[in-house]
């Protein structure tokens, strides 16, 4: 629940400034609007779960659809009163007549989620924002409360937790409760074009996809005495604990691993998964630092997906179709819509044959004026379904490389592995799900020892 890590790569922060401003001068719903509440002002009101630097962000992009109609932070819960104050404060200094969340509406503790939805009426958003280890917990209540659901990637940490956030999912269509996840760049009209080319044919035949994400080292040291506290290990195990944040592959390359998926139209049926450690690692978290998967889709096709976090090497964060006639690339650095088509096969800036009407604003923008426009015309919308397929084809990645052999989707969806499995009953004196040694060095991958289906 606390803030992520600050990088020099432009990240979702960074678009910030630019969305505000994108998205204020573009009206991009018109015409009546159902009423979504039995108030009379229509507003969304929001309770953000988990007031870390990705809540925070999409607190922003939620208040960029005000076009569509008044939305404010209405409550906020998370572990510490200072992780809400650090947000709250620069939120409301930007956003001073959108955030409306008194200190009487901070919630704090494992329970605090609860008291948050409980302060929401139908038509407003629980944003569950928190790491994944607990996101099916938090989504489960809200549905079960008639409340509409944003939640951020990964969706769940291990086969268990998706089998209960799929159920949260159907119990979402048999309530009317909307659903919107955080895969944000299936709402990327530059992207969409793409796919309508390349499903007209215009590439020839789709041959394969790839899918890059590698930059450099990111180790975790050790945390001493720190090591084995649980609500320690949420601090320093964001992504560097399988069990809190489903580690740093997962959590940065669902996207591209979804985006590969909608290319294909399809869900892969197995990855064959290749992984390991730099030579010389310090590492005392439990990732590998290389991840190569190549997906194998029903008909056969293929989508190839790496992730790397090394010291020096080329760095790349893009997705490229390729087909028998033309190549074109399908997203760019940190989820740009980086999107043209090449003349024939060779990848290359001179080369760049077509390119569609930019995007105009920035893709985690686009996914709220969806859901919003969902929320206020009172129309179907419940991306978990996609949302909980996606996951299970990055934990099939995840398996594939870290066992070093061929995994099913199979095996992933009919496994009931957990690594933690007292998720409703945590309090701050829970024992933590996993140990590091004396030296504080977490149990690591081992192919034929490691367990995660």
């Known amino acids: 629940m606390s803030d992520v890590k600050k990088t020099t790569t432009e990240n979702r922060r960074s678009f910030m400034k630019k969305a505000t401003a994108a998205a204020t001068s573009a009206t991009l719903v018109t015409g009546a609007m159902r009423r979504v509440h039995a108030a009379e002002d229509h507003t969304i009101r ?9 809540g925070a962000g999409a607190v922003v992009n939620a208040f960029n659809t005000k076009d569509q109609g008044p939305i404010k932070l209405h409550a906020v819960a998370d572990l510490e009163s200072s992780h809400i104050q650090a947000r709250l404060v620069p939120l409301t200094k930007k956003f001073p007549d959108q955030v409306d969340a ?3 509406r901070w919630f704090l503790g494992f329970d605090a989620y609860k008291k948050a939805i409980d302060t929401l009426r139908p038509g407003d958003v629980a944003m569950c924002t ?3 280890y607990i996101r099916p917990v938090h989504v489960e209540y809200a549905v079960s409360k008639g409340i509409n659901v944003f939640m951020e990637k990964p969706f769940a940490c291990d086969p268990r937790g998706l089998q209960r956030m799929a159920n949260a999912g159907k119990m979402a269509d048999e309530k009317g409760v909307k ?13 969409a074009a ?17 899918a890059n994400r590698r930059a450099s080292r990111r180790w975790m040291g050790s945390q001493r ?13 964001k992504t560097h604990l399988l069990w809190v944040g489903s580690g740093h592959m997962v959590d940065n390359l669902i996207h591209q691993i979804d985006e590969c998926c909608w290319i ?5 049926v197995s990855c064959d998964g290749m992984g390991g450690r730099e030579v010389g690692s310090t590492d005392h978290g439990q990732n590998i630092d290389t991840y190569t998967m190549e997906y194998t889709f029903p008909d056969g096709r293929k989508a190839f997906c790496g992730f790397r976090r090394a010291e020096g090497g080329h760095r790349d964060f893009a997705t490229y179709i390729h087909g028998s006639k033309r190549v074109a690339q399908f997203s760019g650095n940190v989820h740009k819509a980086t999107v043209h088509m090449y003349k024939d096969l060779r990848v290359d800036d001179d080369n760049i044959d077509w390119r569609p009407e930019a995007d105009k604003l920035v893709p985690w923008d686009y996914e709220w004026v969806d859901f919003v426009r969902a929320i206020r015309s009172d129309t179907p919308y419940n991306e978990c379904h996609r949302a909980v397929k996606a996951d299970y084809a990055s934990l099939m990645g995840r398996a594939a490389a870290h066992y070093n052999r061929i995994v099913t989707m199979d095996e992933i969806v009919n496994s009931n592995f957990q690594f933690c499995d007292y998720l409703d009953d945590l309090t701050d004196d829970s024992p933590p799900p996993v140990l590091a040694d004396a030296d504080g060095v977490f149990p690591a991958p081992v192919a034929g020892k490691w367990i995660e289906i």
């Not at 659903?179 to 992207?191: D, V």
């Not at 309508?196 to 789709?206: A, I, Q, V, Y």
């Not at 005495?225 to 195990?237: A, D, R």
């Not at 294909?264 to 892969?268: E, I």
Request: with cysteine.
């Open 179 to 191: 659903i919107a996840c955080g895969l944000q760049c299936r709402h990327s009209p530059a992207r």
């Open 102 to 104: 008194p200190e009487e």
């Open 46 to 54: 929001l309770a953000l779960i988990g007031s870390g630097g990705r």
């Open 130 to 132: 928190t790491r994944a």
């Open 225 to 237: 005495e720190k090591s084995n506290i649980f609500k320690e290990q949420l601090k320093f195990g």
């Open 194 to 210: 793409l796919i309508e080319k390349l499903r007209d044919g215009e590439l020839g035949e789709l041959a394969y996809v790839r």
């Open 264 to 268: 294909m139209d399809d869900w892969p």
